[in-house]
């Protein structure tokens, strides 16, 4: 059974740098054509996709956050990592890990399959 588990601060000064950890089992984060990504549901907000990383350790981030935002692996933890800088309170938020499969329905397509319980964090001094 594929179980994704969010960990990390749930308070964050503004300013400082928002650091999560995604601890996978039951899927290895270096099997073939999944990838991993962290997304965000604001307060009252709809999910805001903020970035990848594949397989192969490519990442790939939203345009919005990519200046702020790191997603890194330590594969001999199986754990994806969220780092996300000079946060401020509007990116208070339930964090979410959730892994992408590819799946084959006359043609392939990608789809969160899995996702983590998420966990609150709130910026604020």
């Known amino acids: 059974q594929v179980q994704l588990q969010e960990s990390g601060p749930g308070l964050v000064k503004p300013s400082q740098t928002l650091s999560l950890t995604c601890t996978v089992s039951g899927s290895s984060i270096t099997t073939s054509y999944y990838a991993w990504s962290w997304i965000r549901q604001p307060p009252g907000k709809g999910l805001e996709w903020m970035g990848v990383i594949v397989y192969d350790g490519s990442a790939y981030y939203s345009p919005s956050l990519r200046s702020r935002t790191s997603i890194s692996r330590d594969t001999s933890k199986n754990q994806i990592s969220l780092q996300l800088s000079s946060v401020t309170p509007e990116d208070t938020a339930v964090y979410y890990c959730?892994?992408?499969?590819?799946?084959?329905?006359?043609?392939?397509?990608?789809?969160?399959?899995?996702w983590g319980q998420g966990t609150q964090v709130t910026v604020s001094s």
């Open positions: 959730a892994r992408e499969g590819r799946y084959y329905s006359g043609s392939y397509y990608y789809t969160h399959d899995y």
